[in-house]
Nanobody, 126 residues
Framework: QVQLVESGGGLVQAGGSLRLSCAAS????????MGWFRQAPGKEREFVAA????????YYADSVKGRFTISRDNAKNTVYLQMNSLKPEDTAVYYC???????????????????WGQGTQVTVSS
């Protein structure tokens, strides 16, 4: 089992920044990649960004490219999401997921992630 705990969410004004963290514990040695997804009220969960543990290869949704940066600290088993130039439409619950048999082609697919955190709320006011 793998446990994922997100933190760092909060309320911020448009144009501001937040940094989310996702700490992984448990049987993490088989983990291939970590991803961030978000879910706004009344909408489906959508892909935001992902990173591979070994090479640190990163992938982003078009809506966040140039504003968000995903990174990882292998020693701490922690993945971060630096969010800059936040917009009201970024308001959502942000979840981190851990994938083991994931591929580059499926990095953005929810079904490819094996474990999920409880989520952290991000609210961007206009």
């Amino acid at each position: 089992q793998v446990q994922l705990v997100e933190s760092g969410g909060g309320l911020v004004q448009a144009g501001g920044s937040l940094r989310l963290s996702c700490a992984a514990s448990g049987r993490t040695f088989n983990s291939y990649a970590m991803g961030w997804f978000r879910q706004a009220p009344g909408k489906e969960r959508e892909f935001v960004a992902a990173i591979t543990w070994s090479r640190g290869s990163t992938y982003y949704a078009d809506s966040v490219k140039g504003r968000f940066t995903i990174s990882r600290d292998n020693a701490k088993n922690t993945v971060y999401l630096q969010m800059n130039s936040l917009k009201p439409e970024d308001t959502a619950v942000y979840y981190c997921g851990e994938g083991r048999s994931i591929t580059i082609a499926t990095m953005g697919e929810i079904s490819q992630y094996d474990y999920w955190g409880q989520g952290t709320q991000v609210t961007v006011s206009s």
